[in-house]
């Protein structure tokens, strides 16, 4: 039986799956960020300011979480949708699920930070206080800063009949404070924000820091000259921030949505309340009355709130306390043709594709300079390129207009609606546009998040197209924090796929059919399906047979449960999964041969890759696209195959080490994920990224 044979009786086969087969992807997400807390709490591996670090991510990723998953069930709620999730459970059971799952958490965060990181920071001197702690000089030195850079920027807000309850922004500091009139004995509620101009955490001598709002408490009587301070306490909200935009007409986009990010500024109604925990009952019955969020919403923590304010820390200079420096080096593929001047890289592709691994090849000497060396080619006639998220200098922006200016027909297709970055794309968009680039700003109904970037050149004996395939966006800045993958590539086959893709994205063309690229919507689905369905005929017809995957997320039910038939077919199946994770492996009669890994350290991993056995041939490709609904249904993304055997064996032996039981990970079990880190004698197991870094370092010696 062919593959297309065994796809077409799948639907039949669903009949013999469990109903109860999948996890609740919130759930998972909330394990994701567990596991970054164990990074937080691994006092052998992690040196003391990354620990520091990672709290602060864990904070910044549940701030994400609850400003659109969390959002967007509570939207859901409020709307009266009845609908049961995929484990059954109803709207209101699993937000009331994830508000408990959350609340432990954070109280085992708070204890992390307070127990083990701040004493260990305090040790090693580097002391965050409390105004109590500080030294008479230091006090004076405080009040000076207050009073010269603080107390002008600060805007007290009474509520009494005359002024109603301020709005709260979103995810900022505040004061509340109950005041008393000392003429009238009436009470008061005020509230001051924490500006944002200044650190979160003041760095006084010596490594000594002192939060913010420790100094803004303590001049309260400033404030509210003439009134008598009762109570005071911090507090934060954290709002709906997803974005709602009509798409019906496309030239109206970049206007509906800057319409809306204004509407992210006011109106946007509260999902979480965090409060100082020695709270005053009735200062919190006020703020969740007006700000209409119920008991459980409201957490109490210990202070200081907002842990993200750790990553000021990552500034100190305390090397012995940070991860080794590290620097990226070039590809051995491109520094071969490096001289005195930097590497022709259209004389390299012409010899070979280049398979990157960022961040241990450096970006800066192989994407960006192909940009740039594009940008400043008088052969280059044109240049395409996708932008979804990009730095704030960004270089390749830079090269854009450059090429545009030197009269080079510019593509760039802009995804404006890139999550957190609205703004920042508009501005990149009008810019480009301003100095003559051709931008697009994606399609109606889709967002555009596929990595791809095509040359056009005139080599002399004829036009060659050359191309840049990646699972990382074009960010030089993220591009040393996570690792992703990349094909440089001069091959006429996948250069005319990406070039019939970026005619579909800028013409509206209806090309759906290519040879070397998998497109969402419309074929990266239904050929992993394939893909798997193919290994299950070749493991029945007793031929080599075996998956393996690694991506950010997998969520998608329709691959899930083709993972499943492959797994009770006697296919091994090997996920490596960073985050969101919701099948169920080991579990008897529908999952024993399915292994899933996850891998967090220094770097984020970042890259898709998929590879399948094919009978001792294997197929293999990268691109863009998580297994999750909004990538394959509602985003373009690429994925290419890989045919080179010097490539395909090093994606191989990545597995091989990410599967190793000497590696560090996280492996998962039926529903539980459990850190696996040091050997049965308790020493630390291979760092799978700082192996890296030491064959990186090597390869520069």
Not at 53 to 58: D, G
Not at 473 to 497: H, Q, V
């Amino acid at each position: 039986m062919n593959a297309k044979d065994v796809v077409a009786q799948a639907d039949k086969a669903l009949d013999d799956l469990p109903p109860n087969r999948y996890s609740d992807r919130e759930m998972s997400w909330l394990s994701f960020n567990n596991r970054v807390l164990d990074l937080a709490k691994d006092e052998q591996r992690i040196p003391l300011l990354e620990r520091a670090k990672f709290l602060a991510i864990f904070s910044s990723n549940l701030d994400e979480f609850f400003m659109v998953r969390v959002a967007g069930l509570k939207r859901r709620i409020d709307a009266g949708v009845a609908v049961r999730s995929v484990t059954g459970q109803m709207p209101r059971d699993l937000h009331d699920s994830i508000l408990v799952r959350t609340q432990e958490l954070v109280t085992e965060q708070a204890e992390v930070f307070a127990q083990r990181v701040r004493p260990q920071l305090a040790e090693n001197g580097i002391v965050i206080l409390r105004w109590d702690e500080l030294t008479a000089a230091e006090k004076d030195q405080m009040r000076t800063l207050f009073s010269e850079r603080i107390f002008p920027v600060l805007t007290p807000l009474a509520v009494d009949p005359s002024h109603p309850f301020p709005y709260i922004s979103g995810l900022s500091i505040n004061l509340a404070v109950l005041l008393k009139n000392p003429l009238t004995g009436q009470r008061q509620f005020a509230r001051v924000k924490v500006p944002t101009i200044l650190s979160r955490f003041i760095k006084l001598d010596n490594g000594r820091f002192l939060p913010l709002e420790e100094i803004i408490s303590r001049h309260l009587d400033q404030l509210f000259s003439g009134m008598q301070v009762l109570e005071h306490t911090t507090f934060r909200v954290t709002r709906n921030e997803d974005l709602e935009v009509e798409e019906d007409d496309a030239e109206n986009l970049l206007f509906a949505l800057e319409k809306e990010l204004l509407r992210r500024k006011v109106g946007r109604p509260p999902v979480r309340l965090e409060v100082q925990d020695d709270i005053d009952d009735t200062m919190l019955e006020l703020l969740m009355s007006e700000l209409d969020v119920r008991e459980k919403e409201a957490f109490k923590l210990p202070a200081p709130l907002d842990l993200t304010g750790l990553f000021s820390l990552a500034d100190v200079d305390r090397d012995d306390l940070k991860y080794p420096n590290f620097l990226p080096i070039t590809h051995p593929d491109l520094a071969e043709v490096e001289t005195a001047k930097p590497a022709d890289m259209f004389a390299a592709l012409k010899k070979r594709e280049v398979l990157l691994h960022h961040p241990y090849d450096s970006f800066a000497t192989s994407v960006q300079r192909f940009v740039e060396q594009a940008a400043a080619d008088p052969k280059v006639l044109a240049i395409k390129q996708t932008l979804y998220r990009t730095s704030g200098d960004s270089p390749i922006v830079d090269a854009l207009i450059e090429a545009a200016l030197a009269g080079k027909q510019v593509l760039a297709v802009v995804e404006i609606k890139a999550r957190f970055d609205e703004q920042n794309n508009i501005a990149w968009a009008r810019k480009l546009e301003k100095y003559g680039v051709h931008v697009v700003y994606g399609m109606v109904g889709l967002k555009t998040h596929c990595k791809l970037c095509l040359v056009v050149r005139d080599d002399g004996d004829g036009l060659r197209r050359y191309a840049h395939i990646g699972t990382g966006n074009y960010n030089p800045k993220t591009a040393r924090m996570y690792e992703d993958m990349g094909l440089l590539t001069s091959n006429p086959i996948i250069t005319d796929d990406v070039a019939r893709l970026f005619n579909h994205l800028s013409g509206m063309t209806q090309e759906t059919n290519y040879r070397r690229l998998l497109v969402a919507p419309h074929s990266i689905r239904k050929g992993l399906i394939e893909r798997i369905e193919n290994e299950i005929s070749n493991k029945q017809a007793g031929k080599p047979a075996g998956v393996r995957i690694k991506v950010n997320s997998l969520v998608d039910e329709k691959v899930t449960d083709a993972l499943y038939r492959a797994s009770r077919a006697g296919v091994p199946v090997d996920l490596w999964v960073r985050g969101i994770c919701t099948i169920k492996p080991g579990v008897p009669g529908l999952s024993e041969n399915i292994r899933v890994r996850s891998v967090l350290g220094r770097f984020l991993e970042h890259s898709r890759i998929f590879w399948f056995a094919n009978d001792g041939s294997p197929t293999v490709g990268i691109g863009s696209a998580d297994l999750m609904h909004r990538n394959l249904d509602r985003r373009v993304e690429v994925m290419v195959g890989i045919t080179n055997q010097r490539h395909i064996r090093e994606i191989e032996a990545m597995f091989d080490v990410a599967f190793d039981e000497g590696t560090v990970s996280w492996q998962l079990v039926d529903n539980q994920w459990t850190p696996h880190t040091t050997d049965e004698n308790g020493e630390p197991l291979m760092d799978l990224q700082e192996e890296e870094v030491r064959k990186t370092s090597q390869r520069r010696h």
